[in-house]
């Protein structure tokens, strides 16, 4: 059985940084995709970010482009999101997750295996 674990997530004021991790089996992880994804109260899961096997190939969703990022070990089992200049629109509970492909996307028709979440609030 595959377990992730977020951690990083927390109440800040608009403007702060926060770096979210995401801890993972290197067996299972390290030759696979992996993303973050986000769901706010009331709302549909939305995709953020995602970053192929090697570190390569990484999607960033045009909401948070120029202020968040996303990198892992290469090939690894750990992945980051780093979040600058945080608004209110961005608090949501926050998901990592392994796909089942090499290759970074946007679809979570790909991933396999999702972790609890982290929660983010922003206020203003």
């Known amino acids: 059985q595959v377990q992730l674990q977020e951690s990083g997530g927390g109440l800040v004021q608009a403007g702060d940084s926060l770096r979210l991790s995401c801890a993972a089996s290197r067996r299972t992880s390290s030759n696979n995709a992996m993303g973050w994804f986000r769901q706010a109260d009331g709302k549909d899961r939305e995709f953020v970010a995602s970053i192929g096997w090697k570190g390569g190939g990484a999607r960033i969703a045009d909401s948070v482009k120029g202020r968040f990022s996303i990198s892992r070990d290469n090939p690894g089992s750990t992945v980051y999101l780093q979040m600058n200049n945080l608004k209110p629109e961005d608090t949501a509970r926050y998901y990592c997750?392994?796909?089942?492909?090499?290759?970074?996307?946007?679809?979570?028709?790909?991933?396999?295996?999702w972790g609890q979440g982290t929660q983010v609030t922003v206020s203003s």
């Open positions: 997750a392994v796909a089942r492909t090499p290759v970074a996307t946007e679809s979570t028709e790909f991933y396999r295996w």
